[in-house]
């Protein structure tokens, strides 16, 4: 039976994420996730007159095929995925996963290898088409909330089908003063950020990437990050948890890691010379996103937090940092969380996780219900 929110959701996606336009060509890559929602996605794209593509993708098996992976097989994968990728002119994902940690068990250098050979794919994914990225909602999910799996589906549908457009004027207004900038300084409990991001744009999502979205990022100047920084938020990165991890600068360089696994943490972080430097600075503000769920798409758009990314930097956002890592990590300053402050050339611009400018004041939580 087909839910009503499915054919919504595909919508958004369709109309306004990826704005599909006639005759454009879409890949519709689905993990994990029930076939009416992919059905939804290839019917509303057919009704805009896009020309839709599907492949079918399955966490289990991709496991399997990561676990026997060698240099030969990943580069012909990687050959055919990039000569489909550049046929296309837009790219929609909808990832669910019923175990987070599948790849768990597969060794790091296997993760690592199929992470080099598909750079590539990846990169003409996000530098050459119109794309949107989103989760689907699981048991194992709603398991990670601490919700119901009815709970969580509600909880699910409401947050990414958010009118974005509400977001606009003030997400507007912090991308133009965070291109303004040049000293940054992030405080908060066990952390005390200095960087530079003079020179560097800043980029508003806004519906448009990431479903759910809800962030203004931008990048340091490679080399200006200084102090320590102590993330509240627990992450899973290739399969594996981390908790309270902290990260000491020296000139941009990441010269001490420590987590509950600091072992792991510090061979994702020798993956390449790249790992150890900084690759966006972002500010999240969904405003129905509000406690951690171990899940990196929701967590980085959580409202009164920042995300700090080693790793590579965006291309709309360059400062120059090439790295096959790209790993969000995530605090959140709300008072409940022990606050915070952002400083942007010594005002004061965000306390506790709530904007003090009057032309920012439309992005806190506390003006949604």
Same mark, same amino acid.
């Given at each position: 039976?087909?839910?009503?929110?499915?054919?919504?959701?595909?919508?958004?996606?369709?109309?306004?994420?990826?704005?599909?336009?006639?005759?454009?060509?879409?890949?519709?890559?689905?993990?994990?996730?029930?076939?009416?929602?992919?059905?939804?996605?290839?019917?509303?794209?057919?009704?805009?007159?896009?020309?839709?593509?599907?492949?079918?993708?399955?966490?289990?098996?991709?496991?399997?095929?990561?676990?026997?992976?060698?240099?030969?097989?990943?580069?012909?994968?990687?050959?055919?995925?990039?000569?489909?990728?550049?046929?296309?002119?837009?790219?929609?994902?909808?990832?669910?996963?019923?175990?987070?940690?599948?790849?768990?068990?597969?060794?790091?250098?296997?993760?690592?290898?199929?992470?080099?050979?598909?750079?590539?794919?990846?990169?003409?994914?996000?530098?050459?088409?119109?794309?949107?990225?989103?989760?689907?909602?699981?048991?194992?999910?709603?398991?990670?909330?601490?919700?119901?799996?009815?709970?969580?589906?509600?909880?699910?549908?409401?947050?990414?089908?958010?009118?974005?457009?509400?977001?606009?004027?003030?997400?507007?207004?912090?991308?133009?003063?965070?291109?303004?900038?040049?000293?940054?300084?992030?405080?908060?409990?066990?952390?005390?950020?200095?960087?530079?991001?003079?020179?560097?744009?800043?980029?508003?999502?806004?519906?448009?990437?990431?479903?759910?979205?809800?962030?203004?990022?931008?990048?340091?100047?490679?080399?200006?990050?200084?102090?320590?920084?102590?993330?509240?938020? @627990?992450?899973?990165?290739?399969?594996?948890?981390?908790?309270?991890?902290?990260?000491?600068?020296?000139?941009?360089?990441?010269?001490?890691?420590?987590?509950?696994?600091?072992?792991?943490?510090?061979?994702?972080?020798?993956?390449?010379?790249?790992?150890?430097?900084?690759?966006?600075?972002?500010?999240?503000?969904? @405003?129905?996103?509000?406690?951690?769920?171990?899940?990196?798409?929701?967590?980085?758009?959580?409202?009164?937090?920042?995300?700090?990314?080693?790793?590579?930097?965006?291309?709309?956002?360059?400062?120059?940092?090439?790295?096959?890592?790209?790993?969000?990590?995530?605090?959140?300053?709300?008072?409940?969380?022990?606050?915070?402050?952002?400083?942007?050339?010594?005002?004061?611009?965000?306390?506790?996780?709530?904007?003090?400018?009057?032309?920012?004041?439309?992005?806190?939580?506390?003006?949604?219900?």
């Amino acid at each position: 039976m087909q839910d009503d929110r499915f054919d919504q959701l595909a919508s958004l996606l369709v109309h306004y994420s990826t704005d599909l336009q006639r005759d454009e060509k879409v890949l519709i890559e689905s993990f994990d996730a029930p076939e009416e929602m992919t059905i939804a996605l290839i019917r509303a794209a057919r009704k805009a007159g896009a020309v839709p593509f599907s492949q079918i993708q399955r966490a289990r098996v991709s496991r399997e095929l990561a676990l026997g992976a060698n240099e030969k097989q990943l580069g012909l994968a990687a050959t055919h995925e990039l000569a489909r990728m550049k046929k296309m002119d837009a790219y929609i994902a909808v990832r669910g996963s019923h175990n987070i940690s599948e790849l768990a068990d597969v060794p790091i250098d296997r993760l690592k290898l199929v992470a080099k050979k598909m750079r590539a794919v990846q990169d003409q994914r996000v530098q050459k088409t119109k794309w949107v990225v989103l989760r689907w909602p699981t048991p194992a999910m709603a398991q990670l909330a601490g919700m119901s799996t009815e709970a969580f589906e509600d909880f699910f549908f409401k947050v990414c089908t958010l009118d974005y457009r509400k977001l606009q004027p003030g997400m507007k207004a912090l991308k133009a003063l965070m291109e303004k900038t040049d000293k940054v300084q992030v405080k908060g409990p066990e952390t005390d950020l200095r960087f530079s991001i003079k020179g560097i744009s800043a980029i508003i999502c806004g519906g448009d990437r990431n479903i759910p979205d809800g962030e203004v990022f931008s990048c340091p100047v490679k080399n200006s990050v200084q102090g320590h920084v102590t993330f509240n938020v @627990p992450s899973i990165y290739q399969s594996t948890g981390f908790d309270n991890i902290r990260l000491d600068f020296r000139d941009g360089k990441i010269v001490e890691a420590t987590s509950n696994q600091t072992k792991k943490l510090n061979e994702v972080l020798d993956s390449d010379a790249g790992a150890r430097y900084i690759g966006e600075f972002s500010l999240g503000c969904n @405003p129905y996103i509000r406690e951690p769920m171990r899940d990196i798409l929701f967590d980085e758009k959580i409202a009164g937090s920042f995300h700090f990314t080693p790793g590579q930097a965006y291309q709309e956002a360059d400062n120059g940092n090439r790295s096959q890592v790209h790993w969000d990590m995530v605090c959140i300053q709300r008072k409940e969380y022990g606050g915070g402050a952002v400083y942007f050339d010594d005002e004061l611009i965000r306390r506790d996780g709530e904007f003090l400018p009057k032309q920012l004041r439309s992005l806190n939580w506390k003006n949604f219900k």
